[in-house]
């Protein structure tokens, strides 16, 4: 029987591992299509010189950079979770994946200004307003 409890407890550790691994693969897709996307419309602002496809990917590039952090502040959520199911007992395993108990430590607006968060969106943010000066 504490063989059981304590294969429910890996499985469950599995559970919380595997949406941990979704959310991380999601954040790297938005960084991709975030650099795809505001790359062709830095290129269509200087073919056609037009301010306007600038403020569109500065738009776009906000709107990633909220999913984005979406996505991170979830996956710090699993992260938690993950630590606290890793030391309860076996015995208390209830494949419960509720992250209520550390949403108020971990907030989206948190992750918006990580280091990392900070140093990808913001460079991008920042190389919109050194090519306002040059059109």
């Known amino acids: 029987y504490p063989q059981h409890r304590m294969e429910a407890k890996i499985k469950h550790l599995e559970f919380i591992q595997a949406t941990i691994n979704r959310m991380a693969g999601n954040s790297f897709l938005l960084k991709g299509w975030a650099v795809t996307l505001v790359g062709a419309l830095f290129a269509l602002t200087f073919k056609e010189v037009d ?8 738009v776009v590039l906000v709107l990633f950079w909220r999913l ?26 209830n494949f419960s994946m509720s992250t209520k108990l550390f949403e108020k430590d971990i907030t ?28």
Not at 71 to 77: A, K
Not at 108 to 135: D, K, Q
């Open 108 to 135: 989206v607006g948190g992750c918006a200004f990580s280091e990392t968060m900070r140093l990808f969106y913001g460079g991008l943010a920042a190389a919109h307003i050194i090519i306002l000066f040059f059109i």
């Open 51 to 58: 301010p306007l496809y600038l403020l569109i990917s500065l």
């Open 68 to 93: 984005d952090s979406y996505y991170l502040s979830r996956e710090r959520l699993f992260v938690k979770l993950y630590e606290q199911v890793s030391v309860s007992t076996a015995d208390s395993t």
